[in-house]
């Protein structure tokens, strides 16, 4: 009988420790949607923040980028990646989890995480 007990879902995969029912839910990559990074005018306290005792509305909360010549606010300071997706290392996951690393139960989540999964859930975050 196998240490794990698993379920496997749409882009995740549930395991629970049968010795002791402890339970951790991986998915298949770690996305997400890194935009760039635009040069921001100062933004002021509205009437709908949380203002500090010694602010007020209109008071400046977070200061205006230096703009470099050439540049105004809303232009690219850096641009972003777009969308990333990272592979989950499984040796560090499962050692941060359960505190070993189950080959038979390493070899489940490889293979059930297969590069086809991958991209479907990438196609989902991305909402396509």
């Known amino acids: 009988m196998s240490k794990y007990t698993t379920t496997k879902n749409q882009y995740s995969i549930d395991v629970v420790r049968n010795s002791d029912n402890h339970a951790c839910a991986f998915m298949c990559s770690n996305a997400w949607h890194e935009p760039d990074d635009i040069y921001r005018d100062k933004i002021l306290y509205t009437a709908h923040d949380i203002i500090p ?76």
């Open 53 to 128: 005792g010694d602010k007020k509305v209109g008071d400046v909360r977070i200061e205006a980028d230096t703009l470099p010549d050439g540049k105004k606010f809303g232009d690219v300071k850096t641009a972003g990646r777009g969308w990333v997706q990272e592979e989950y290392n499984w040796d560090t996951e499962l050692q941060n989890a359960f505190g070993e690393v189950d080959a038979d139960l390493k070899k489940e989540i490889t293979d059930y995480f297969t590069t086809d999964l991958k991209a479907k859930y990438l196609a989902n975050e991305k909402g396509e």
